[in-house]
């Protein structure tokens, strides 16, 4: 497996194989690589015949308040996650490689930006499409692929995408979890024991609203106001945002249809987590 640093190296590996006839597989990440990357490598692994994963801890995307000294950085572990998985390479490059300075280029994706974790967190979502727009490009990457438990920066993505034309296909992987049921992040490893107890009401709400869906509840009101509840039982658990939303606009709807988004985000202890479904 092959490290990228530098734009030029991954613009030339990926032209290199795309003239050995490779179609070229991009798995963005901030790495602290866990079974949820592996994942999305395996099915760019499936889907193409080159894949390249990103390790970029993207200071755009951080608050002045957010964790971005403190992310979890492991990057041996990440690169040997990422070969078993079945990477070709890994693209780890400075920030200043991707920011050069006098940078002055932002993407920002109106309206969908501000929405769900937009509105918990401003300016966040400017800075993932921001990097990933600028990843997509120098990858001239096919497809890219990203996990459903990010759900809305999913949404931001593939209207920036369908909106500056570019021709990279956008490829949504289920989200993967802990046997007991909590989704897996990277920001997993700042929970005690304690926490990481608390942290399961977020997939317990997502399950009961499945099942209520599943059993023809489909209100809008009634799915919150029984998930509010359900996260009653953890009271040290901080709600965010408890929303039904359309997938592809983020905005709330009524009543859940079939493809349509339950998100939730809540606070355990300083620690931000998200969880969700799509209304089958």
């Known amino acids: 497996m092959e490290i990228l640093r530098t734009v030029a190296e991954l613009r030339g590996w990926s032209r290199e194989k795309r003239i ?9 990440t901030m790495g602290a690589l866990h079974a949820g990357h592996a994942s999305l490598i395996r099915a760019a692994r499936e889907l193409c015949g080159s894949v390249v994963v990103s390790i970029f801890v993207n200071p755009t995307q ?48 109106a309206a969908l930006s501000d929405r769900l974790d937009g509105q918990s967190r401003p300016g966040h979502f400017r800075g993932v499409a921001t990097v990933v727009a600028k990843l997509l490009i120098v ?22 995408v369908a909106d ?19 989704a897996l992040s990277s920001r997993n490893v700042y929970l005690n024991a304690a926490q990481r107890r608390q942290a399961l009401v977020l997939s317990r709400v997502v399950w009961l609203v499945e099942a209520m869906t599943a059993g023809g509840e489909r209100r809008a009101g009634v799915l919150i106001d029984a ?18 939303v359309d997938w592809k606009t983020l905005e709330r709807v009524e009543a859940a249809a079939p493809g349509s988004l339950f998100a939730v985000a ?12 799509v209304i089958a």
């Open 20 to 28: 050995g006839g490779k179609t070229i597989g991009l798995v963005p």
């Open 62 to 109: 951080f608050g002045p308040n957010e964790d971005f000294e403190r992310y979890p950085r492991s990057f041996e572990a990440d690169c040997a996650l990422a070969e078993q998985a079945g990477a070709n390479a890994v693209f780890a490059p400075a920030v200043e490689e991707l920011y050069p300075a006098g940078s002055a280029t932002f993407v920002e994706v």
């Open 139 to 160: 990858a001239e990457a096919d497809r890219a692929f990203f996990g459903q438990k990010d759900a809305a920066q999913v949404a931001v993505l593939r209207r920036m």
């Open 164 to 182: 500056l034309r570019l021709p990279t296909e956008i490829v949504v992987c289920p989200i993967v979890r802990e046997p007991d049921g909590l």
């Open 227 to 244: 998930a509010q509840r359900a996260f009653a039982s953890e009271p040290s658990v901080r709600v965010d945002y408890i929303e039904l």
């Open 266 to 277: 809540a606070w355990v202890g300083a620690t931000r987590l998200i969880d969700n479904t």
